[in-house]
């Protein structure tokens, strides 16, 4: 598989600058069996200014050394070293891909001639200033297994006629709005009573009808469909064709997606083409804003580029970095399509229009780490940089990548300086895949503190932290967790940009600028992500992935998490003395150890995945109907059957030990990693036969299972197995192993599950929505890009047109880059608002009382004649008064904070009228 393909792979890596130690890191990271690094252009002095990967200490030491201590440090299983041979075909021929960052387009052309010539995967990674360039070739018959991101799609069938062959599936509970395939998908089939004939067919092409009917072609000849069975979606393997680099090179094929990308690209294309020339000639890259260099660039090329391709920016290496990491895994694993060779990308546009003001003459570069930024921006624009005051909400995946790049920057790095994390998580085993800041010893620490990071989340309960004042004095928010909303609101009440970021594994990364006053709010989105399914068909009819996932969930905190917090809780209340009453007859009853673990797993396999479907056919066998002649097992009910275990099968033991595993966890005892031991314990256990019981009621429908008042608590039964001790109980979700071992037990019990129902098993941990991981890849990516936007919030930049809203698919290797939108507006009285315009009233004086509605009134010169409602901002400086008589000859007819009416001039006047009334 692609595992043991990774495993088994050897990579070099040529050029550790940025781009280049962006792409060791991320394949060391990701697990690549071997990394080999080479870089014999740059030295130890340079190097910190360059890449993350040194540190000040290394300064004058070999550059290459000290970055492979680093990056063996990273991942213990990946061996990291370090090679000085030259680029000859023996020893080329040892790798499986060979990347080249900061390559002279001579060696360029003879490696890519060997590679290309050995079939070896051969990848081009260069960033020059604010623009990148991307090569690859795998050759000429490079064969991708598994083309497309995410598992195949598939569909319940409701029904398949006899005359045209149209499929029309019911409506799926995920979708919610019938099937997803296209015009020319093929599919097979699995699973149908009648029409047998398809089942396990070739591949056969369809066409959508329409959200719910697909046509398959002529089934006339087939027997008539009666009831059940899906359709599924079939990839098969598709072969791409690779010119070599000195072929692409004079006739390039850049995938884009309109005539002005086009024309961008073979621009860029041409451009760093003349700075190889220029390089050739003069034996180095035209300086930073030299007009005579940049002259003779545009003399080579006629083309633009040249201006600042001297400098060094860490974004920009970030970002071309993680996408020939990207490109280097699909070269490993042949999944997801590789590009199509060329990738280009720059930002001179958004960037170079506002950047002159604060550039200052290359004589003004200070010798330090940070003049490959100076090359491109100034000193002025350095020393603004480390002025800043940033506050980064999430330090995981994306928030590490951030944390380095914003190192690597300088920002808040100066006088005055200040950038404030916050993160809630805890740091697992898994996460040392993606997060590089963080080792083994880490683990089990949150995932901020091991660097003295505060651990609070932003909401109601930090009001005192991070409320107005706060958010206020920031230059800056940047995003990197799921949920938007407090920072949001928080961000939208004080006019703080903020910077929104986040990933989905491989594809549909965003990165969303929202800048007051340019640009719309950003909106928390509306609804649940997760999804929901029906309780009835959670337990009872499953038909897909998603509900067996499902499942596979709510086992999981009913067995493991919500019994140890409910312990936990009652040892330190009044109800502390029931639950000893309740558990400790258990308790004192023999042995604490793995095998009363592996029994008990047992045991519970034996319900879930045999006893629960015996009773269910029980009850509704495999011929019951639900009326004369409509059978109950069709349409959206599978016919379960029931499991037999199997110590020798893997899927079977896999559970047990993932199982038993959590319960050592929780009632903190010694696991065991022996599976023959395991098997051992399992082979001298004897299990009673199961007895179905007669009358048994069973919900058919939703509100069935509503009446039997079936909820969440009797989605699963726990109790403490015998002999476990009684004590405060650890929730494995906070354990050291957290990710790791939930996850191997949801997959384990949602694709047996799975099984039971006749459901294709799926990689659970890509599609389980709420721990899916995100890949190195893609962080890196991401912040890249993110960072580029940070560069615009430190000019204050107020065009709107500088900014990007960007759209990564690392699956496809496509970057859609657009304009913000600009927010709402509306015209009132000759005056355009929108939603950011306010006016603002100190509403607490220097004796330090607030302000009163009445004074507010005053402030604001209110007379009886009705006018317009307005809304005020309750911080800032004491604005001039008859502020709206003066400015639009207004006068305030209501008030209101939120939704509450504060006041109303048309009531007032009334009562005022009623008093006079009665004088």
Not at 231 to 255: C, F
Request: aromatic share 8%; charged share 20%.
């Amino acid at each position: 598989g692609s595992g043991d393909r990774l495993r088994a792979a050897a990579v070099l890596v040529s050029g550790l600058r940025g781009a280049g130690a962006q792409v060791a890191a991320a394949l060391v990271l990701a697990g690549t069996g071997r990394v080999v690094l080479r870089d014999p252009r740059g030295d130890g002095s340079a190097g910190c200014a360059r890449q993350f990967l040194l540190q000040e200490s290394d300064v004058g030491q070999d550059h290459v050394q000290a970055s492979q201590r680093r990056l063996a440090e990273l991942n213990p299983d990946v061996e990291v070293t370090v090679s000085t041979e030259e680029l000859s075909e023996d020893f080329l021929d040892a790798f499986q891909v060979v990347v080249l960052t900061e390559s002279p387009l001579e060696e360029q052309l003879r490696v890519g001639d060997i590679c290309h010539a050995k079939g070896i995967c051969f990848i081009v990674a260069d960033a020059k200033g604010l623009a990148g360039q991307l090569f690859c070739d795998f050759g000429e018959r490079f064969v991708v297994d598994d083309p497309a991101e995410g598992d195949p799609l598939y569909a319940t069938v409701q029904h398949i006629s006899q005359v045209g062959g149209s499929v029309p599936p019911p409506l799926l509970p995920k979708e919610g709005r019938g099937h997803r395939f296209s015009d020319g998908d093929l599919v097979t089939f699995s699973g149908l009573e009648g029409m047998t004939e398809l089942n396990g067919c070739k591949p056969r092409t369809v066409r959508v009808l329409d959200t719910f009917s697909l046509e398959i072609g002529d089934t006339r000849a087939f027997s008539p469909y009666r009831c059940g069975g899906q359709v599924l979606q079939v990839r098969l393997n598709q072969e791409h064709l690779h010119k070599s680099l000195r072929q692409a090179l004079a006739m390039p094929e850049i995938p884009v997606r309109s005539p002005a990308e086009l024309q961008r690209s073979r621009s860029l294309h041409t451009a760093f083409r003349a700075l190889h020339a220029f390089r050739e000639e003069r034996g180095r890259l035209p300086q930073p804003r030299d007009p005579a260099d940049a002259e003779r660039v545009l003399e080579l090329a006629r083309s633009l580029g040249a201006l600042v391709s001297a400098g060094d920016l860490c974004p920009v290496a970030s970002f071309i970095g993680a996408l020939a990491a990207q490109e280097a895994l699909k070269a490993i694993t042949r999944k997801l399509l590789p590009l199509e060779q060329w990738f280009y990308f720059d930002c001179l546009g958004e960037l170079l229009q506002v950047s002159p003001a604060h550039t200052a003459p290359p004589s003004q570069q200070r010798g330090s780490r940070y003049d490959g930024q100076i090359a491109v921006f100034g000193v002025n624009f350095q020393e603004e940089l480390g002025r800043q005051k940033f506050f980064v909400v999430g330090a995981g995946a994306i928030g590490c990548e951030l944390l380095k790049n914003f190192a690597m920057m300088g920002l808040a790095a100066g006088p005055g300086g200040d950038i404030t994390v916050t993160d809630m998580d805890m740091v697992a085993d898994s996460n040392l895949h993606r997060q590089f800041l963080f080792r083994a010893a880490d683990v089990s620490v949150s995932s901020h503190s091991s660097h003295g990071w505060p651990r609070n989340h932003v909401g109601p309960g930090t009001e005192q932290l991070y409320g107005d004042d706060f958010f206020q004095q920031l230059d800056g928010v940047v995003s990197a967790v799921d949920t938007l909303e407090a920072r949001e609101r928080r961000c939208k009440r004080s006019r703080t940009p903020l910077l929104d970021s986040g990933t989905g594994g491989g594809s549909g990364e965003t990165v969303l600028p929202m800048v007051p006053p340019l640009t719309k709010p950003l909106q928390t989105p509306t609804g649940s992500t997760d999804g929901t399914f029906p309780l009835c068909t959670l337990r009872y009819y499953p038909n897909a992935i998603e509900h067996t996932l499902q499942w596979a969930r709510d086992e999981f905190e009913g067995l493991f998490q919500l019994p140890a917090e409910s312990v936990n809780q009652s040892r330190h209340s009044g109800r502390a003395w029931r639950c000893r009453r309740e558990c400790g007859g258990a308790c004192r009853r023999g042995r604490r150890d793995w095998g009363d673990c592996v029994r008990w797993a047992w045991r519970h396999w034996q319900s879930r995945y045999h006893d629960a479907i015996a009773q269910l056919l029980h009850t509704f066998p495999p011929t019951h109907e639900s009326s004369p002649g409509v059978p109950f097992w069709s349409g959206d009910r599978r016919c379960p059957h029931p499991l037999t275990f199997d110590p020798s099968n893997d899927a079977h033991v896999a559970y047990i030990e993932a199982a038993a595993r959590l319960w050592a966890q929780t009632y903190k005892l010694p696991a065991c990693s022996n599976r023959a031991a395991t098997q051992d314990i399992l082979r001298s256990m004897v299990l009673p036969s199961f007895v179905p019981q007669d009358g048994l009621r069973i919900p058919t429908t939703e509100e069935g299972a509503v009446a039997m008042g079936l909820g969440e608590a009797a989605a699963v039964s726990w109790g403490m197995p015998w002999g476990m001790p009684w004590g405060m109980l650890t929730s494995p979700r906070s354990s050291p192993q957290d990710d790791d071992a939930h996850m191997d037990f949801i997959m384990a019990a949602s694709n047996l599950r799975a099984e039971n129902y006749g459901i294709p098993p799926a990689d659970c941990k890509r599609i389980a929505g709420r721990i899916v991981p995100a890949i190195v890849t893609t962080t890196a990516a991401v912040a890249g890009l993110v960072c580029l936007e940070v560069y615009k919030l430190v000019w204050r930049c107020q065009v709107l047109s500088c900014y990007r809203v960007s759209t990564l698919f690392l699956s496809e290797c496509l970057l859609l880059r657009v304009e913000p939108e600009q927010p709402p507006t509306y015209w009132y009285r000759g005056k355009e608002w929108s939603c950011w315009d306010r006016l603002e009233v100190r509403a607490v004086g220097a004796d330090g009382q607030e302000m009163t509605v009445q004074e507010l009134l005053d402030w604001l010169q209110v007379s009886t004649v009705p006018a317009t409602p307005l809304s005020w901002g309750c911080v800032g400086p004491d604005p001039d008064t008859r502020l709206l008589q003066r400015e639009h000859g207004w006068t305030v007819s209501k008030l209101l904070h939120d939704t509450t009416m504060l006041y109303d001039a048309k009531d007032d006047a009334e009562t005022q009228a009623r008093q006079r009334a009665q004088k």
